[in-house]
């Protein structure tokens, strides 16, 4: 089974320059979601996708992140400008999105590493 | 709100040895999952182990086991007999049971560094 996949996975640029990164989630998985991981910390949720909607966007700053899913399968989050504090590993995670225990599972792709300069 | 500590930044030992990473969570439900996650530098977080809020039974898997203690609200990992291939950052986690809108709330997670 092919797991999830990210891309770059590295990406440096400079202050209010613009970038975006690419997920697609393992096939089939209706839940979608992008973590933000400073370094030294845990990481932290940015944005949840159920099939092609929006569950939780709390902790996203929308005045320069953005992200969508809208066939429901894989993923653009997106940053412009970029601000220095946004440097960070993006982690895209996909669960199957049934309800049950056994569904609680997430899967992790390898992050994408952004260095903004 | 769901919040997950791990006072424990940094920890060395050497090859052989025994080593536990704490875990203490807050939550206000009453239903919840409990998650360990280790992440190699290769930077992918790989699944250890989830336990639900109503099963405190312990759990060995190999070298790894797990303590549940909902009346400490700790959820502890063992690794006995430690490898070099061990090290890592290790990750605990929790998550409410919201049916299918469930997110991981992570600590910040404790490096674990086996050497020779």
């Known amino acids: 089974e092919a797991g999830v996949a990210q891309s770059p996975r590295y990406k440096i640029i400079e202050k209010r320059q613009s970038v975006a990164f690419w997920c697609n989630p393992i096939s089939g998985h209706a839940t979608l979601y992008w973590y933000q991981q400073i370094l030294g910390q845990g990481p932290k949720l940015l944005i949840q996708f159920q099939n092609n909607g929006v569950v939780d966007d709390s902790q996203l700053p929308k005045d320069r992140f953005s992200a969508e899913r809208l066939k429901g399968v894989d993923s653009t989050l997106k940053i412009q400008p970029a601000k220095l504090e946004d440097s960070a590993v993006y982690l895209c995670?996909?669960?199957?999105?049934?309800?049950?225990?056994?569904?609680?599972?997430?899967?992790f792709g390898s992050g994408t590493q952004l260095s903004v300069l | 709100a769901q919040k997950v500590t791990q006072a424990q930044t940094e920890i060395s030992v050497v090859e052989k040895e025994d080593v536990t990473l704490d875990c203490v969570y807050e939550?206000?439900?009453?239903?919840?999952?409990l998650f360990w996650y280790k992440q190699p530098p290769s930077g992918e977080l790989v699944f250890l182990i989830r336990?639900?809020?109503?099963?405190?039974q312990n759990e060995i898997s190999g070298r790894y086991s797990w303590n549940f203690q909902k009346s400490t609200s700790s959820f502890n990992f063992t690794i006995t007999a430690s490898q070099v291939v061990d090290s890592a950052v290790y990750f605990c986690a929790l998550s409410e049971d919201t049916g299918t809108a469930s997110k991981l709330t992570f600590g910040t997670g404790t490096r674990l560094q086996v050497t020779l």
């Open positions: 336990r639900n809020s109503f099963d405190e």
């Open positions: 939550t206000r439900d009453t239903t919840y999952y």
């Open positions: 995670a996909s669960r199957s999105g049934r309800h049950g225990p056994l569904n609680e599972k997430l899967f």
